[in-house]
């Protein structure tokens, strides 16, 4: 029986370009290659879990806007499931604008992420009927802190996707399971992975990671401390990498033990670093 997850955050439509270089100021240059998909971390997560055989549910807020029906037939295609956080909103959902550097495959992203479309309806407990994971990407904080805590008394783990810091987070953090955090995700007044560590610690969740892109991924749960090898792969695009990880994540600790499924999540994530874009993997 495949495994249920709910994902609530942040979806964009993605315009993608794979480039030579980053153009200079008022140069017009000729992408080699481009494509367009849903994205963002949550939407990225879902869909990963979905690929790996799991059932997707995607909270985002979504509206009546022309771009919004882009982003639900994409999702549809990947069969993520939708529950709209804006039904009535009439304005264009974030457009995100992203350029892949061939040579290395670093990417340089502008989007205003989910300022605009913020949740603007109660979410019914009902939701969370036969989920057996939640993972939050931070993006939607007041539905989010809603949800988590009727996940905590249902029981249903916690997973929190900590790209950066983004205010009102503490509330949230309180309710999970796992933080799976980047390296670009320091709360107030820390600057080390050990002082993200211990914040984190500190606000009682059990089982933590740090990813560092290429570099080992680094834990901490109540039984020790320790790293996992990240494999070496020739990267031609690390876009959505982060959210690929966690979404497999989601979909290998409902099998596996912690360690286990970082390793396994990993994996995943470094296949999708060897192709273009956020879909073809």
Aim: aromatic share 6%; hydrophobic share 40%.
């Amino acid at each position: 029986m495949s495994p249920n997850g709910l994902f609530i955050g942040l979806s964009t439509l993605d315009i993608i370009y794979l480039v030579e270089g980053l153009p200079q100021p008022n140069e017009k240059i000729t992408a080699l290659d481009e494509t367009s998909a849903a994205g963002g971390p949550a939407t990225n997560a879902a869909v990963t879990f979905s690929r790996l055989g799991g059932t997707a549910q995607l909270c985002a807020a979504m509206g009546q806007h022309p771009n919004s029906s882009l982003i639900r037939n994409d999702l549809s295609l990947q069969g993520v499931q939708i529950t709209d956080l804006t039904p009535d909103a009439t304005e264009s959902p974030s457009v995100s604008s992203i350029m892949v550097t061939a040579a290395t495959g670093d990417r340089a992203l502008v989007c205003i992420n989910a300022k605009k479309l913020q949740a603007t309806v109660d979410l019914s407990p009902d939701l969370l009927d036969k989920i057996d994971i939640l993972l939050i990407d931070g993006h939607q904080m007041a539905a989010s802190h809603e949800i988590a805590q009727h996940a905590k008394k249902r029981q249903i783990p916690i997973v929190i996707d900590g790209g950066s810091w983004k205010p009102g987070f503490e509330t949230v953090l309180t309710y999970a399971d796992y933080a799976l955090c980047s390296a670009n995700f320091y709360p107030p007044d820390c600057t080390t992975s050990e002082q993200v560590f211990d914040y984190l610690a500190s606000l009682g969740i059990p089982n933590l990671a740090i990813t560092q892109g290429g570099k080992p991924i680094l834990y901490r749960t109540k039984n020790g401390a320790g790293r996992v090898e990240v494999a070496a792969v020739e990267v031609v695009d690390t876009l959505g990498a982060g959210d690929i990880f966690h979404g497999a994540f989601c979909y290998f600790i409902l099998q596996q033990d912690f360690i286990a499924a970082l390793q396994s999540a990993s994996q995943v994530a470094a296949k999708a670093c060897q192709v273009f874009g956020t879909r073809r993997w």
